[in-house]
């Protein structure tokens, strides 16, 4: 089965900034598309930004609410995907998640369809 492992998570102040990082293993993870979701206290869990695989051009997606400060990269090389935050708020605070789905045209065969989910990193915003 597949692993994914975040780290970077912690506590940083109002305007601050974070980068988190997601480690894949044992999968292909140069076919599968990537996101972080997040999920804050009392509130639903929702995606936050999201990359295409590479094959499948790199097209990125943010929600409203971070598109102008975080930034979804990835390094197939090092089966990573990292997301850079910046200019952090309050409302930012949330257990971040990875995720990898097997969803874009380069996706083919048993791997179609495969969705794996890291554990998450803790993100605490506060002033």
């Known amino acids: 089965q597949g692993q994914l492992a975040e780290s970077g998570g912690g506590s940083v102040q109002p305007g601050g900034s974070l980068k988190l990082s997601c480690v894949a293993s044992?999968?292909?993870?140069?076919?599968?598309?990537m996101s972080w979701y997040r999920q804050a206290p009392g509130r639903e869990r929702e995606l936050v930004a999201a990359?295409?695989?590479?094959?499948?051009?790199?097209?990125?997606r943010y929600s409203e609410s971070v598109k102008d400060r975080f930034n979804i990269s990835r390094d197939d090389d090092k089966n990573t995907v990292y997301l850079q935050m910046n200019s952090l708020k309050l409302e930012d605070t949330a257990m971040y998640f990875c995720?990898?789905?097997?969803?874009?045209?380069?996706?083919?065969?048993?791997?179609?369809?495969?969705?794996?989910w890291g554990k998450g990193t803790r993100v605490t915003v506060y002033s």
């Open positions: 995720r990898a789905v097997c969803s874009g045209a380069a996706c083919y065969g048993p791997y179609y369809g495969m969705d794996y």
């Open positions: 044992d999968f292909n993870f140069g076919i599968y598309a």
């Open positions: 990359i295409a695989s590479s094959p499948d051009g790199g097209d990125v």
